[in-house]
């Protein structure tokens, strides 16, 4: 898989009208001592194959926006700075979703579920960069009371007040992703015979929904998890740009300005895509060992 | 094809066919043909039983469709929704049409940043163009390229899916492992790449040829899975057997047998991919990437009210509020259609 997005990307980034030394002002000669630097003068296979040698070390190349930084030093400044907003917001989503969601089950068609439901619904329906935007606009409007002395930017990623809000935004977006799914799969395991059994045993109510339906029910939310990472992924290109964090989807979207970086363009959609792959991977794990029923097919 | 001239009557297409095939067999020809007569006849009398019994109405005969429409009508939220998409979709084609589009493309100084005010409902930008007039200009794009790409989504699946679940076996398990491999990958920095590449190619293309396929070909996924779904469970029925039994060729049980029955599915998989459409497009436009100013859409016009947050707090708020009310509204009429499809579908 990995080698088919790394295929597709390269293809696609081949077709881009894509010439970084265009400055009048160089030299033939030395636009072709550029062109020879950056392996543009081989074959499409060549390059392509120069291309996968290249990934398999860990060496991006060198970026063609001023300054040349290697692609990989960018990446490995910015890729953790993205995985830290990803996975709080992840965590975030997870444990205010799953809750609302079990909230909402437990009390179905009551005046908390509809809240819960309405909630999920716009927080789904509103665009991730329209919350941003209010976001950034409250800061604007309501600046950090105390212990400010420096002019402060609404947005931003040096202080965990500032992460605060990326982190929010984007664990708004993918919660009711969450609050759905737990509370359908958690509706459908209240009615199993097996949890009319924990309590005609006598379990206490509180137990039979947390040990026998709250963790069959969390096996449907798991399993679906596929589409999330893409959709966290596609929240944080746009919660990256505008509140200025600088992540690894910040820096792909500047690799498009013109002239187009191509390097950074095709090692970025490599990694994002090897980071998704592996943590479906892991997703797979995760399910096997939740419902053993499941590894068996 | 050939051999229709000595035809009394006039046939469907479908019996002509199993005429000429089974003249070239020669033998058996009479039964044959009667055999896809009664198949049809079955085929029909299938389809009354299974309307009758989802609209749970004995004796009555009505379509499945009627029946769907029927119980759509009822339903409040679905029917709220699918009143405002119509508002939304008649006002893109005529609020520029009486207006004309000379407030959206000069700069008029004189009145810019103005909040809302009766003769400019949503207020003025800071060159002075009216915002209600935009926003409409934006819905002919954002709206037409959610409707295509929905579309192009529905068409690619039914295709996929279909091939990938009538024939099975191996050709399905190879299609649905290459299904899965792209679904595994991160759509939107490919959706970038391929809307770069297009806007690019095509530097005086409207937005529309550049957005649908960056859009659909990152999205097609779910929908070939659905429609494959459908293949599976409907080419078990009798009448699909009894029409391969008489000698119908795969395309066409596929498209005569097996594709009325999932229109219910079809319409539902347009309305879901709706909403991600418009996401998708308002999510490119606002990074600036998809559609460019001056072409407006509503992923435009967000970028220009993050751009004037601090100055003009409304115009984030047009935007915002349009896509959100559409996706909302797309969101439960897909709820209804599917319902009205599927009466059974929904327990709780």
């Given at each position: 898989?990995i080698?088919?997005?790394?295929?597709?990307a390269?293809?696609?980034?081949?077709?881009?009208p894509y010439?970084?030394?265009?400055?009048?002002?160089?030299a033939?000669s030395v636009r072709?001592n550029?062109?020879?630097?950056y392996?543009l003068?081989?074959p499409y296979?060549?390059?392509?194959?120069?291309?996968?040698?290249?990934l398999a070390t860990?060496?991006?190349?060198?970026?063609t926006?001023p300054?040349?930084?290697?692609?990989?030093?960018?990446?490995?400044?910015?890729?953790p700075t993205?995985m830290?907003?990803?996975g709080?917001?992840?965590a975030?989503a997870?444990i205010?979703?799953?809750?609302?969601?079990?909230l909402s089950?437990l009390?179905a068609n009551?005046i908390?579920d509809y809240?819960?439901?309405?909630f999920?619904?716009l927080?789904?329906?509103?665009?991730?960069?329209?919350?941003a935007?209010?976001?950034v606009a409250?800061?604007?409007y309501?600046?950090?009371?105390?212990?400010?002395?420096e002019v402060?930017?609404?947005?931003g990623?040096?202080t965990?007040?500032d992460r605060l809000?990326?982190?929010l935004?984007?664990?708004?977006?993918?919660?009711p992703y969450?609050?759905r799914?737990?509370r359908?799969s958690?509706?459908?395991?209240?009615?199993?015979e097996?949890?009319?059994?924990?309590?005609?045993?006598g379990l206490?109510?509180r137990?039979t929904?947390?040990?026998?339906a709250f963790?069959n029910?969390?096996?449907?939310?798991v399993?679906?998890?596929?589409?999330?990472f893409?959709?966290?992924?596609?929240?944080?290109?746009?919660?990256?740009?505008i509140m200025?964090?600088?992540?690894?989807a910040?820096?792909?979207?500047?690799?498009?300005k013109?002239?187009?970086d191509?390097?950074?363009?095709l090692a970025?959609?490599v990694?994002?895509?090897a980071?998704i792959?592996?943590l479906?991977l892991i997703?797979d794990v995760?399910?096997?060992?939740?419902?053993?029923r499941i590894?068996n097919? | 094809?050939?051999d229709?001239?000595d035809e009394?009557?006039?046939?469907s297409?479908?019996e002509e066919r199993?005429?000429?095939?089974?003249e070239?067999?020669?033998l058996?020809?009479e039964a044959?043909?009667?055999?896809?007569?009664?198949?049809?006849?079955w085929?029909?009398r299938?389809?009354?039983?299974?309307?009758a019994?989802?609209?749970?109405v004995?004796?009555e005969?009505?379509s499945?469709?009627q029946?769907a429409a029927?119980?759509f009508a009822?339903?409040?939220a679905?029917?709220t929704?699918l009143?405002?998409?119509t508002i939304y979709?008649l006002?893109?084609?005529?609020?520029?049409?009486?207006q004309g589009?000379?407030?959206a493309?000069?700069i008029f100084?004189?009145?810019a940043?103005?909040?809302?005010?009766?003769d400019?409902?949503?207020?003025t930008?800071?060159q002075?163009?009216d915002?209600?007039?935009?926003?409409?200009?934006g819905?002919?794009i954002?709206?037409?390229?959610?409707f295509v790409v929905s579309?192009?989504?529905?068409?690619?699946?039914?295709t996929?899916?279909?091939i990938s679940?009538y024939?099975g076996?191996?050709?399905?398990?190879?299609?649905?492992?290459f299904?899965?491999?792209?679904?595994?990958?991160p759509?939107?920095p490919?959706?970038?790449?391929?809307?770069t590449v297009?806007?690019?190619r095509?530097p005086?293309a409207?937005?529309?040829?550049?957005?649908v396929p960056?859009l659909?070909?990152?999205?097609?996924?779910?929908s070939a899975r659905?429609m494959?779904?459908?293949?599976?469970s409907l080419?078990e029925?009798?009448y699909v057997?009894?029409a391969?039994?008489?000698?119908?060729?795969p395309?066409?049980?596929?498209?005569?047998h097996v594709l009325p029955?999932?229109?219910?599915?079809m319409v539902v998989?347009?309305?879901l991919?709706?909403p991600n459409?418009?996401?998708?497009?308002?999510?490119l436009?606002?990074l600036?990437?998809?559609?460019?100013?001056?072409?407006s859409?509503?992923?435009?016009l967000?970028?220009?009210?993050?751009?004037?947050i601090?100055?003009?707090p409304?115009?984030i708020?047009?935007p915002?509020?349009?896509?959100?009310?559409t996706?909302?509204?797309?969101?439960s009429?897909?709820?209804?259609l599917?319902d009205?499809?599927d009466p059974?579908?929904?327990?709780?």
């Amino acid at each position: 898989m990995i080698f088919l997005a790394s295929f597709l990307a390269f293809v696609l980034v081949k077709l881009m009208p894509y010439e970084p030394f265009t400055n009048p002002k160089l030299a033939p000669s030395v636009r072709e001592n550029l062109r020879e630097l950056y392996g543009l003068n081989k074959p499409y296979l060549v390059q392509y194959w120069d291309f996968i040698r290249d990934l398999a070390t860990g060496n991006f190349g060198l970026s063609t926006k001023p300054g040349n930084r290697p692609v990989r030093e960018i990446i490995g400044e910015t890729l953790p700075t993205s995985m830290l907003l990803g996975g709080l917001a992840f965590a975030f989503a997870a444990i205010v979703g799953v809750t609302l969601g079990v909230l909402s089950a437990l009390k179905a068609n009551g005046i908390v579920d509809y809240v819960i439901t309405v909630f999920a619904t716009l927080a789904f329906a509103f665009p991730s960069f329209v919350v941003a935007t209010v976001w950034v606009a409250g800061k604007i409007y309501f600046p950090p009371p105390i212990g400010v002395v420096e002019v402060v930017l609404p947005y931003g990623w040096d202080t965990w007040y500032d992460r605060l809000g990326p982190i929010l935004v984007l664990g708004l977006s993918i919660m009711p992703y969450f609050t759905r799914l737990v509370r359908a799969s958690m509706l459908e395991a209240l009615q199993q015979e097996y949890v009319t059994t924990a309590r005609a045993k006598g379990l206490p109510w509180r137990r039979t929904v947390f040990r026998h339906a709250f963790r069959n029910s969390l096996i449907p939310t798991v399993t679906n998890a596929g589409p999330l990472f893409a959709f966290i992924l596609t929240g944080s290109f746009i919660i990256e740009r505008i509140m200025v964090v600088p992540g690894v989807a910040d820096q792909f979207i500047e690799s498009f300005k013109q002239p187009i970086d191509s390097r950074m363009v095709l090692a970025t959609t490599v990694l994002l895509s090897a980071l998704i792959i592996l943590l479906n991977l892991i997703v797979d794990v995760v399910v096997a060992w939740l419902d053993p029923r499941i590894s068996n097919d | 094809m050939t051999d229709h001239g000595d035809e009394e009557t006039p046939r469907s297409a479908r019996e002509e066919r199993a005429v000429t095939s089974a003249e070239a067999e020669g033998l058996f020809g009479e039964a044959r043909s009667e055999l896809l007569a009664l198949s049809d006849d079955w085929a029909a009398r299938q389809a009354a039983y299974d309307a009758a019994d989802a609209g749970g109405v004995a004796g009555e005969q009505r379509s499945l469709i009627q029946d769907a429409a029927r119980r759509f009508a009822r339903n409040k939220a679905a029917m709220t929704g699918l009143v405002l998409v119509t508002i939304y979709v008649l006002l893109a084609i005529f609020v520029p049409i009486i207006q004309g589009t000379g407030d959206a493309t000069g700069i008029f100084y004189d009145r810019a940043n103005q909040g809302p005010s009766l003769d400019h409902l949503f207020g003025t930008d800071p060159q002075g163009k009216d915002e209600w007039l935009r926003a409409w200009l934006g819905a002919r794009i954002s709206l037409s390229i959610a409707f295509v790409v929905s579309l192009v989504i529905l068409i690619v699946g039914i295709t996929y899916g279909s091939i990938s679940g009538y024939f099975g076996g191996l050709i399905d398990s190879g299609m649905m492992r290459f299904l899965d491999a792209l679904y595994g990958l991160p759509y939107l920095p490919f959706a970038i790449i391929i809307v770069t590449v297009l806007s690019n190619r095509l530097p005086d293309a409207p937005p529309i040829a550049y957005m649908v396929p960056a859009l659909s070909i990152t999205a097609w996924f779910t929908s070939a899975r659905i429609m494959r779904g459908q293949m599976l469970s409907l080419k078990e029925n009798e009448y699909v057997e009894s029409a391969r039994a008489s000698g119908a060729k795969p395309s066409r049980i596929v498209t005569r047998h097996v594709l009325p029955n999932t229109i219910g599915v079809m319409v539902v998989v347009i309305f879901l991919e709706v909403p991600n459409a418009i996401l998708g497009e308002a999510f490119l436009s606002f990074l600036g990437l998809g559609v460019q100013p001056p072409d407006s859409s509503w992923g435009v016009l967000a970028q220009n009210g993050y751009t004037y947050i601090d100055a003009e707090p409304h115009l984030i708020w047009v935007p915002a509020l349009l896509i959100a009310s559409t996706v909302l509204a797309a969101i439960s009429v897909a709820d209804g259609l599917r319902d009205a499809f599927d009466p059974r579908g929904r327990e709780n």
